[in-house]
């Protein structure tokens, strides 16, 4: 048997990384030109709201604390010309229609209920997006999930409301570097389910520091009681920059078992209370009512992204603005973004070509727990995925990885597959954005 690597090498939510973007050489592409031959019967927007209250020890997200002197008035402002801008360039030779929708950040529901109105207008208005029509899903937190934004929101057409809530005890929310009070969160939940919007999501978090199987089952059956329809259960991870990655030392194989141990009683926990897995993160409680699209992190061609901390697809290239986790740093690039007038021209980015098609369509269908119909790679790239992965997809196998109980014509992760995604799609990454990866500086 082939040794195991270890279990939590990264979260793989998007490929390429975003570390492997980099400044794109003048004369920088023209979003008229880079759109013009793209499919546009099925766009995704995500518009991306950089904002929060406090920042989480363990988080390495594109926010920043607070928004001075009418900072959210200015970013969307900003958002306004960029979408207008992006909308003009989608041109009209044939039919635009968006199919999906999700504002994330950073908080949304930082931004007051008016300017959470004014956010709907923009995708709707500025976009086109009929948001009444299509999935909407929406982040939010504790503290900013209040009554007022959540009638807004429900009103404009979310279907799925994203709460962050990591941990129901006091403790760890403390160890986390979370703070937070219970009583805050419940009544939070309860204004959630008041709203009457459809999906309630709760993000959970294992491995931090002091954790054990009983607490994480509290946290679990604290979350159950609200009867969610989704459950995220992530892996805590310690960042470079973070608050969490200037207190700890780098991760040893005592705090991989325990994160692998509390991810099996967490993912035991849910399947035996009426949840589906769907990927190593994401249960779906069985009669969920269904939503369309079955992940949000945004990772498909046709993606159109707004705001300075938002990422847009197209089948060549993937484009942003610039990335830090530094707040300093941070504050810089959102305060060019407010104040730039001309959004035609993607400035930072990756291309992708052939390979890196064949190894995001594999890596991006088989971290999914139902996995990839060969047929459809076949039919799209004209080879065989064993063909094109040989070498990877036989250390999988060797490893116990693929599921050898799978029908025929579906390659599919097996029970402990699931249980090393993190270590499984980065073992996809190809050797040039794993070296650009290796060489970006964080900051």
């Not at 019967?41 to 518009?47: I, V």
């Not at 160890?175 to 389910?193: D, H, M, Y």
């Not at 054990?212 to 609200?226: C, G, I, M, N, Y």
């Not at 076949?378 to 599921?403: C, K, M, Q, T, Y």
Request: some cysteine.
């Amino acid at each position: 048997m082939t040794e195991s690597p270890r279990p939590y090498e990264s979260y793989v939510y998007a490929y390429p990384h975003k570390t492997a973007y980099r400044p794109l050489a003048d004369p920088t592409p023209d979003l008229a030109a880079l759109w013009r031959d793209e499919p546009k019967d099925a766009l995704s927007l995500y518009a991306h709201i950089p904002f929060c209250e406090v920042r989480c020890g363990f988080c390495n997200l594109f926010t920043r604390i607070g928004a001075p002197d009418e900072l959210t008035t200015r970013y969307l402002d900003a958002l306004d010309r960029q979408a207008t801008t992006v909308r003009e360039a989608l041109g009209d030779a044939g039919p635009v229609r968006f199919a999906t929708a999700a504002f994330g950040g950073g908080t949304p529901t930082f931004l007051t209920a008016g300017e959470l109105e004014r956010l709907c207008d923009i995708a709707e208005q500025r976009m086109g997006v009929d948001l009444r029509a299509v999935p909407l899903s929406v982040e939010t937190s504790p503290s900013t999930a209040t009554a007022d934004r959540l009638t807004v929101l429900a009103e404009r057409g979310a279907t799925r409301i994203s709460i962050g809530v990591q941990s129901f005890v006091a403790s760890e929310a403390r160890a986390a570097v979370r703070p937070q009070r219970r009583a805050e969160v419940e009544e939070a939940l309860g204004r959630i389910r008041a709203s009457g919007v459809p999906v309630l999501n709760i993000d959970l978090i294992y491995g931090i520091e002091g954790q054990t199987e009983r607490s994480w089952t509290l946290s679990l059956d604290a979350a159950l009681a609200w009867r969610p329809e989704e459950l995220y259960l992530y892996p805590l991870y310690v960042r470079p920059l973070t608050g969490l990655g200037r207190l700890s030392a780098t991760a040893d194989r005592e705090w991989d078992e325990q994160r692998l141990r509390l991810y099996r009683h967490g993912r035991d926990h849910l399947l035996a209370r009426g949840y589906e897995q769907v990927s190593m993160r994401m249960f779906r409680r069985t009669d969920a009512p269904p939503q369309g699209a079955d992940d949000y992190a945004c990772q498909t061609d046709g993606m159109i992204g707004l705001g300075c901390g938002a990422r847009s697809y197209t089948s060549a290239l993937h484009y942003s603005f610039d990335y830090a986790v530094e707040m300093r740093e941070i504050r810089a690039i959102i305060d060019d973004y407010t104040a730039t007038e001309d959004f035609g021209r993607a400035r930072v980015g990756r291309r992708v070509d052939a390979d890196e098609a064949r190894r995001r369509h594999l890596l991006q269908s088989l971290l999914q727990a139902r996995g990839m119909a060969t047929a459809e790679y076949e039919e799209r790239f004209g080879a065989s995925p064993f063909a094109d992965f040989l070498e990877e997809l036989g250390r999988f196998e060797a490893l116990g990885w693929l599921d050898p109980a799978a029908p025929a014509g579906l390659l599919r992760l097996s029970t402990e597959g699931l249980a090393h995604s993190d270590a499984l799609g980065p073992a996809l990454f190809s050797p040039a954005v794993r070296a650009a990866m290796a060489a970006y500086e964080p900051k």
